[in-house]
């Protein structure tokens, strides 16, 4: 169906590939590989896990097998994983958005982490950074001593494997999480 298609190439070899639709027949565990494309899967009823596993091998657009038979459906599917827009159908949409809510309540939360990856902690302190402060006014500022504001930035800095100041702050900046 998209094999004549002007402007998508259809490879075999997966690492080659920027999108990968999958068609699981007999189990999603025997379709997700490692890879880094984005992945469009056709399937119906995916249990919570398997809709979980699906997202950490790149899941970004989950189509239905009853829209599957639409070729501009497909190309609308392929489209969007390209750009990185996601399109998941909505009893899907709300149990991943039911997931992240727990993710935050039972995990992230009880260490001091957020959905962005950053406590709230390094995000005050990388909020302040990017604002110009150095470390004796953000530890002012903050009401914390200058050696805890200098491990809270190695820690991240660590942590993200980041070569400085600068790069957090442009990290924080480009990721959208100040």
Partial sequence: MLSHVSGLEIVD?????????AVPEAGLHTLLTETKARLV?????????????????????????????NRSRLL???????????????????AVLQGLK??????????????????????EVIR???????????????????????NVLHNMLSRLNLRNRAHAVGYALRQGLI
């Fill in 13 to 21: 070899d997966t690492s080659q590939a920027d999108v990968i639709i």
């Fill in 41 to 69: 899967l056709i399937a119906d009823d995916l249990r919570q896990a398997e809709l979980w596993s699906a997202i950490e091998h790149g899941l970004v657009v989950l189509v239905p097998r009853s829209e599957a038979t």
């Fill in 76 to 94: 609308r599917a392929i489209t969007d994983a390209r750009k990185g827009r996601g399109d998941l159908p909505a009893e899907q949409l709300g």
């Fill in 102 to 123: 727990n993710l935050q309540e039972n995990t992230l939360t009880p260490r001091d982490l957020t959905l962005s990856g950053l406590s709230q902690r390094e995000t």
């Fill in 128 to 150: 302040l950074l990017a604002d110009g402060l150095d470390t004796a006014e953000i530890a002012e500022r903050l009401i914390y001593s200058e050696r805890t504001v200098k």
